[in-house]
C-alpha cells in the first residue's frame, strides 16, 4: 500500500465548491531512464485516478509518464449531500488503490 | 586529368568530408529518436480534436516561465465555464513537444465539477512549449499554450 495524503473537507454546505487535493507515494518510473546497470528501467506508472461521490464519478484523470513522482492532483467538486468520497488510483503491474473520505453536508 | 593529378583525389576528398557531415547528423537522429517531436505533438493534439478546430481563448494555462528542475513542474489549468449540466467542461488534455512522448495528461470533468480548474506537478525533459486543449459539451475546443525554460531536464537523465 503506497502511503496517500487526502486533503477534503469533513463539513461543507450545500453547493458549495470544495477543492480536494490528493497525492500518492508512488515513483512514476517513466521507462525511459537507465538504471545503475545501464539497462532502461521497466515503466511502472499510475495511469488513473478517479474521485467518486456517492459512487458517481465527479472527476478522473488518464495519466502519463510526463507526471512528476508522487502524483499531485487538484480538483474540485460540489458539495450535495453527505456521503462518501472514494478516491481510487490504477497503475502499471496491476497497482490498485482505494481510500475513501467522509462529508457532512449541511443545509 | 592531368598526368600530375592522380585519378580520383578531388573525388575522395569530396565523400571524406561528405561522410564527416554525415556521421554526427545520423548520431543526431538516433539520440533524438526517443523524443516526441513537434510533430508528434501535433498528432496528439489531432487525435484528441477528432476533426475539430481548437480556438484560442476560454482556457488558462499556468507555468512557471523559468524552471530550474525539470522533474516537479508546478501546472494549473483553468476554464472559464459555468460547469452547468448544460455547459460544462468534459476534458482538458495538457501535450507537451519534447519529452519522450506527446500526452502529459488527460482530466475528466463533470458538472459535478463545480469549477474547471486542476492543478498537478509535471516533467519537462527540455525547454518546451506546452498546450492545453479544453473540450466542452457543446463540441468546442480551446487552447491555451505556455513555454517554459527548463535548466535542469527530467526524464531522461537519472
Known amino acids: 500500500m503506497a502511503r496517500t495524503l487526502i486533503s477534503a473537507p469533513k463539513t461543507a454546505k450545500a453547493g458549495e465548491v470544495m477543492e480536494i487535493k490528493v497525492l500518492i507515494a508512488h515513483p512514476m518510473e517513466t521507462g525511459f531512464r537507465p538504471g545503475p546497470n545501464g539497462q532502461i528501467l521497466p515503466r511502472d506508472i499510475i495511469t488513473r485516478f478517479a474521485c467518486t461521490y456517492d459512487g458517481e464519478e465527479v472527476f478522473a484523470a488518464d495519466l502519463s509518464p510526463a507526471m512528476a513522482a508522487n502524483p499531485f492532483l487538484t480538483f474540485t467538486t460540489v458539495a450535495t449531500r453527505s456521503g462518501t468520497l472514494t478516491f481510487s488510483w490504477e497503475g502499471d503491474n496491476g497497482f490498485a488503490q482505494t481510500e475513501t473520505a467522509d462529508l457532512t453536508v449541511s443545509a | ?158
Do not use: Y
Open chain 2, 1 to 158: 586529368m592531368t598526368p600530375f593529378e592522380p585519378a580520383g583525389t578531388r573525388r575522395d576528398v569530396l565523400h571524406l568530408g561528405l561522410a564527416l557531415v554525415a556521421a554526427p547528423l545520423a548520431l543526431a537522429a538516433r539520440s533524438t529518436s526517443a523524443v516526441a517531436t513537434p510533430d508528434a505533438m501535433a498528432g496528439a493534439i489531432r487525435t484528441f480534436l477528432g476533426g475539430a478546430q481548437a480556438q484560442t481563448g476560454r482556457i488558462k494555462l499556468d507555468l512557471p516561465p523559468l524552471v530550474e528542475n525539470g522533474n516537479s513542474v508546478p501546472l494549473t489549468v483553468t476554464v472559464e465555464s459555468p460547469m452547468t449540466l448544460g455547459e460544462h467542461v468534459r476534458r482538458i488534455a495538457v501535450f507537451n513537444e519534447k519529452n519522450p512522448q506527446p500526452s502529459v495528461a488527460t482530466f475528466h470533468l463533470t458538472p459535478r465539477s463545480g469549477r474547471a480548474n486542476v492543478t498537478t506537478r509535471i516533467r519537462l525533459a527540455d525547454s518546451q512549449k506546452i498546450v492545453a486543449i479544453a473540450e466542452l459539451s457543446d463540441g468546442t475546443f480551446w487552447s491555451a499554450q505556455a513555454d517554459v525554460i527548463v535548466t535542469l531536464a527530467a526524464c531522461i537523465e537519472s
